[in-house]
């Protein structure tokens, strides 16, 4: 801690070789803010759920175009894909012996049917993946796995990568043993009667079995009950479907800079969201406040370098518009790239990979959010699902972390509503954003890491 | 708050005609009591939701007969009552335009069904029932009226008082005017997708319409659809149904006193539950508190008075377990009623009626709470609904008010589950009991009001 302050302590005002007090001014109005809401409050109102490749999530892009036309962004326009979609059916778990009563259930993304009459199976519990891997497959075969653990909140959250493979992963290895099916103990960290919707994996040539997630509260209830000894039986009905090619698509606006010749700066959050809640921390917090930071620049004068804003689609169901965005775009070339994904809590730390030109942009950017109560970290940044292919051509990666310490409490949930966002802590994303790029974007030294 | 320490200050430790010191050592005791929540966690993991008439209460009935037994109480029984049935079918609700999106909704009881088809309408908004009452019939007639709040919390809960009227008397008027249907912002202080179940009632002679409460993050969305200016329309589908006459029943266990002639103490919580969470804090909470703290006294050798506990059914859908045991008990003595039904919460103030011998063992009691944190109150306490019949008749009342801060955050809602319930509170909740019935069972003072 005595280091950080230390840090700060030391970069003077002369250490800016580009008109700080500018990106100053500029980071502080930001701090009064409104289009972020504006943006959030919007999309979440106007349009609601808008799940990767449905009508939805097409919607969607056509207020985006809309919105992002009339704040004065250049060259607004839908890049659109095409994609396998995949929707939700009837979800319904129900405890048969020999404590009877319904639980809360949702499917996660690539779990098979059940069926419409759904499936009944006794249940055999497992405390980590690890053990449901040690597993015999006679244990399991013709049963409904069910696999919880313990996962926490954590502020940078970590607890998503120690914890996550409870749904990434469980239901392949429990198709591959023989399950009938698996329900896990959401991948969460709160405590209400809302599960976590999210992708499962099933490995290639693993025949995918219905899985779904029940509530935390469900999840415990049903610990509880396996703790008595006896013989546990659920009813389980999942009815996703396939829905075949569908188009998707990516939306895309700019702020032309002064010199076009220079590597543009990509940023931006994804438009699509889960189905169950409105998608307001995930992620229309994060296009907001990207678009709202960008917004500022626009308005302030035309930047030195271009900055591309860049509403993703079908981020949550695999990254669709992510790559399908670097595929349309791998002739140009990007400085530096950066989503907001995480929510709209403060931002409470930057990380930022650059060559060694792009250090001493990393330390003005790093003086410029000291007001704001961030802390330059020494971590490596870590390209967010959207940017990570243009990242991994070599570009910069500029990493706003921000307070995940609730965000694992409405991750992909029914409660990822409007009413979960603090509007001061959306403007102070806001500010950050609009600080970094008022500095990065007046940068001429290369930022590029190779 | 001086006034109040006051008091405390001059209640010397000889105020006390019985034991006092034997009276502590039982609530300081109690603060280590396993008994409630052994109670509040197997009910709600053996049982689960507990629906009124339905065979889900009488599952729970014969568990209490169980665990009522095995902590050895005298003379346990279920006293059965028939009454008329309900039950919740399907629930959906979906803005059709200009907005569309899906919604979360539950139906209220005695509400009409819209049929498996469902209704669609124009919704109707107003910011009160004032409002709603002050309308035109042009207004309303074949719409959906949509009646929102600004409920927050409050300790006392005296915000339900307030803002009940929103589930209780809207319907109804909506349906004399004409109404299609309604939806209410649900009675509740939280932001979860979670809607608050509960009764509301139709003057008689008024047709029962559709009648469901939209979870306050969606009425929240719908508020600001509303306000947007354009016409709203929604699509519902609420299917309860009717069943008929059901048994329904009373558990009923005594710890008896050494003088049967006496008037004896009346205590308890009720059995039954909404249908959508497991009843932990409304209310498995308030049976295990109350039969904690008895359990304690039969322990302790047996008391002056007799103890009665009894876990009422059919409380939620119109307290008929209260009306049938004071119909069928109509006859005996009872001095004091209390009862536990407002969560889990610690207890922070305690309200006493009686008659000017009883004012002596209120001093006494309020001494005897002191130490726990609790607030002796000079206001009127009000007999919770299963004991007001018995109350009625002019007994003594002892009201042990729990802080109610977030109980509207979970009150009716599928979030009420054992997860809600802070261990350590519930102890304190089963030491102000344990203390309160060993000042009152040793008391031979006449306890009743008339």
Chains 1, 2 share one sequence.
Do not use: C
Request: net charge negative; aromatic share 6%.
């Amino acid at each position: 801690m005595k280091k950080l302050l230390l840090l700060a302590a030391i970069l003077p005002a002369a250490a800016f070789a580009q008109t700080p007090d500018r990106a100053a001014e500029l980071r502080d109005a930001a701090l009064g803010d409104d289009v972020a809401w504006t943006i959030v409050e919007g999309l979440t109102t106007e349009v609601g759920p808008r799940m990767a490749a449905t009508e939805a999530e097409a919607r969607a892009r056509d207020w985006a175009v809309t919105k992002l036309k009339a704040l004065g962004f250049a060259n607004v326009r839908i890049e659109p894909y095409s994609m396998q979609g995949w929707v939700r059916g009837e979800e319904k778990a129900e405890i048969v012996s020999p404590f009877p009563q319904k639980m809360v259930v949702t499917a996660l993304g690539a779990s098979a049917s059940t069926g419409a009459k759904g499936i009944t199976g006794e249940i055999v519990g497992f405390a980590s993946v690890d053990a449901l891997k040690a597993a015999s497959p006679e244990t399991v075969k013709g049963k409904i796995v069910f696999v919880w653990h313990r996962m926490a909140p954590t502020q940078n959250g970590s607890g998503y990568g120690m914890f996550g493979p409870v749904r990434w992963n469980a239901a392949s290895i429990a198709a591959q043993k023989g399950a009938a099916a698996i329900v896990i103990r959401s991948v969460g960290t709160d405590h209400h009667r809302n599960p976590h919707a999210g992708m499962t994996t099933f490995t290639p040539g693993v025949k995918p079995i219905p899985a779904g997630a029940l509530s935390i509260p469900d999840a415990e209830n049903l610990e509880r009950m396996l703790a008595r000894g006896k013989p546990v039986t659920m009813h389980l009905t999942l009815t996703p479907q396939l829905t075949g090619a569908q188009q998707s698509g990516n939306v895309v606006a700019e702020v032309p800079g002064r010199d076009p010749t220079l590597p543009i700066i990509l940023i931006g959050g994804h438009l699509d969201s889960w189905d169950l809640g409105t998608g307001a921390i995930d992620d229309a917090a994060g296009i907001a406040i990207t678009t709202a930071a960008a917004k500022r620049i626009l308005d302030a004068g035309q930047p030195l370098r271009t900055i591309r804003v860049v509403w993703f689609g079908a981020e949550e169901v695999g990254g669709f518009g992510g790559k399908a965005y670097q595929q349309a775009h791998a002739s140009e070339a990007h400085a530096l790239v950066g989503e907001s994904d995480f929510g709209a809590g403060r931002v409470w730390q930057v990380t930022m990979n650059t060559g060694p030109d792009g250090q001493a942009v990393k330390t003005r950017i790093g003086a410029m959010l000291a007001p704001l109560g961030v802390v330059t970290s020494k971590e490596e940044a870590h390209a967010v699902t959207d940017v990570d292919p243009v990242a991994d051509t070599g570009t910069g990666v500029l990493g706003m972390n921000q307070d995940g310490t609730r965000y694992f409490d409405l991750h992909h949930t029914p409660d990822d509503t409007l009413d979960k966002i603090d509007r001061e802590e959306l403007r102070q994303n806001v500010a950050a954003w609009t600080a970094a790029l008022a500095v990065a974007a007046e940068s001429r030294e290369k930022l590029r890491v190779k």
